[in-house]
């Protein structure tokens, strides 16, 4: 079964960050766009600009309020998920996403609001190792959808000893050379 992905941007300003969204979301097959609070949505000639077109091929609705759209989507079997940097957020690196998942992203400086952050099953971030605490929302979501979509699921820490020796090991080579 195909992962069913959505995004839901809150607050977003940037009309650039909207377009780059859905450039986005063409590329990692995402089902819908849900833009609430303020963010921008089309036709607006800032989101066509980075949009390139996707704007016309992604699915994609505008709704004031976010609340609204998060019960309705949790109520259908969809696991919220909001990419925020907060101490009890998971690493990215670490997350298993669910077969059907709602990422939501929000204010380029303020987040992912609170009232949504307690409706979130989950919280997720990507670690920062330079000087910056973070990325811009339209590059994180970019990493987070691609994260998503490629993620496979958790194997189950119950594996015998023998079986755990025959997976593959970041460490080792592959026959061709290659590292991984």
């Known amino acids: 079964m195909k992962r069913r992905i959505c ?11 909207v377009g780059s969204f859905f450039r986005t979301c063409d590329a990692f097959a995402v089902e819908k766009i849900y833009l609430t609070g303020y ?6 000639k ?8 996707a704007e ?6 505008y709704l004031q309020d976010p609340v609204t759209i998060v019960n309705a989507l949790r109520s259908d ?4 998920v909001a990419l925020e940097l907060i101490e009890t957020a998971v690493e990215l690196r670490t997350y298993s996403p669910p077969e059907q998942i709602c990422l939501v992203v929000g204010h380029e400086l303020s987040g992912v609001p609170q009232e949504i952050l307690g409706l979130a099953e989950a919280t997720i971030k990507i670690s920062m190792l330079g000087t910056k605490e973070s990325l811009n929302v339209a590059v994180a979501a970019g990493i987070a959808l691609h994260h998503l979509r490629n993620a496979k699921p958790c194997l189950p820490a119950t594996l ?4 755990r020796r025959r997976l593959p090991r970041p460490d080792r ?3 061709s050379g290659r590292t991984r």
């Open 173 to 175: 080579e592959f026959p």
């Open 46 to 53: 800032e989101i066509a600009k980075t949009a390139l077109g």
């Open 7 to 17: 995004l839901l941007a809150h607050n977003v300003r940037s009309l650039w960050n």
């Open 77 to 80: 079997g969809w696991s919220v």
């Open 56 to 61: 016309e091929s992604v699915p994609w609705e």
């Open 160 to 163: 015998s000893p023998r079986r």
């Open 39 to 44: 963010t921008g949505h089309p036709p607006r």
